[in-house]
């Protein structure tokens, strides 16, 4: 799977919805038609959830299935048929004993499963997946057509912490996969960009749009550059965008400004005083 790191790289992102009057495997083979529409990709990113849809809450356990489910042949099956790589956003997992996580997974340009990443921050906020789903205990980072890959999910774009892990792993690309309500748009842009300036890394930010029940979802996918520079953004409702990335310009962007080797690690921030300096 991995790619000399000098050649530019092509990644489409469909934003896609998943409404409420589309089944499963409806949507699925919606996506599919939609996968095979685009030609020389080098990595495609769906968003969260997409194929059940984040907020049917009340479907989650029916609609759970694992790696071997629906979904994930689908992906399979199209990236051996295409030769590209799919980051296929998130599914509701069935895991061991029974437990409901909200995974990623990564499918290489053979149509292999080669990282899967299971949702460390669930979100409880006017959302019922904290309740209903099981968090992550691994983070990984993995060789793929954009450099060394880590995957996040969503609300963990929220989390500094989490994302300095992965810098300090290696990670030259992060995906985003993502269910944003457009109620928070500002967040998103925001935060998505502090990212990739705070760690000189690629973020390939994919959310889902339209409606699911009473929530709008917020769109504005997009992928930024290692110094916070958008290179390419979709609107709010449904579209493929297809970018141009260039994985050096991770190395060239680090090289030209230091602030990761100017870093200290969590525990060296941990371990300093907490004294306000103050008394002498």
């Given amino acids: 799977m991995t790619q000399p790191p000098t050649a530019s790289?092509?990644?489409?992102?469909?934003?896609i919805a998943s409404p409420d009057s589309e089944s499963r495997a409806e949507r699925i083979t919606r996506v599919e038609d939609l996968l095979r529409q685009h030609t020389?990709?080098?990595?495609?990113?769906?968003?969260?959830?997409?194929?059940?849809?984040?907020?049917?809450?009340?479907?989650?356990?029916?609609?759970?299935?694992e790696l071997t489910g629906p979904t994930v042949t689908m992906a399979r099956r199209v990236a051996?048929?295409?030769?590209?790589?799919?980051?296929?956003?998130?599914?509701?997992?069935?895991?061991?004993n029974g437990a409901l996580h909200?995974?990623?997974?990564?499918?290489?340009?053979?149509?292999?499963?080669?990282?899967?990443?299971r949702k460390i921050h669930v979100f409880g906020y006017q959302s019922l997946e904290s309740q209903l789903l099981t968090p992550g205990v691994r983070l990984s980072v993995v060789?793929?057509?954009?450099?060394?890959?880590?995957?996040?999910?969503?609300?963990?774009?929220?989390?500094?912490?989490?994302w300095q892990e992965l810098s300090q792993r290696g990670a030259e690309t992060v995906v985003v996969p993502a269910a944003w309500p457009a109620?928070?748009?500002?967040?998103?842009?925001?935060?998505s960009q502090a990212r990739a300036v705070e760690h000189q890394l690629w973020i390939v930010a994919c959310n889902a749009c339209g409606s699911q029940g009473d929530v709008q979802l917020g769109g504005f996918s997009r992928v930024i550059d290692?110094?916070?520079?958008?290179?390419?953004?979709?609107?709010?409702?449904?579209?493929?965008?297809?970018?141009?990335?260039?994985?050096?310009?991770?190395a060239e962007v680090r090289?030209?400004?230091?602030?990761?080797?100017?870093?200290?690690?969590?525990?060296?921030?941990?371990?300093?005083?907490?004294s306000s300096g103050a008394a002498q």
Avoid: M
């Fill in 9 to 15: 790289r092509r990644v489409a992102l469909l934003q």
């Fill in 40 to 65: 020389d990709i080098d990595l495609f990113v769906l968003p969260e959830l997409w194929s059940a849809g984040y907020f049917n809450f009340d479907r989650y356990a029916e609609l759970a299935e």
């Fill in 80 to 96: 051996k048929d295409l030769g590209s790589a799919i980051h296929l956003g998130s599914i509701i997992e069935r895991g061991e």
């Fill in 102 to 117: 909200n995974t990623a997974v990564l499918i290489s340009a053979a149509g292999e499963v080669v990282q899967t990443y």
């Fill in 143 to 162: 060789a793929s057509p954009l450099g060394q890959l880590g995957s996040t999910t969503c609300y963990d774009l929220r989390f500094p912490g989490l």
């Fill in 183 to 191: 109620a928070r748009r500002e967040h998103w842009t925001l935060l």
């Fill in 226 to 250: 290692p110094s916070g520079r958008v290179v390419g953004e979709c609107g709010d409702g449904e579209e493929v965008l297809v970018v141009e990335i260039d994985p050096s310009r991770v």
């Fill in 255 to 274: 090289g030209e400004f230091p602030v990761i080797s100017d870093r200290l690690s969590a525990q060296d921030y941990a371990a300093l005083s907490a």
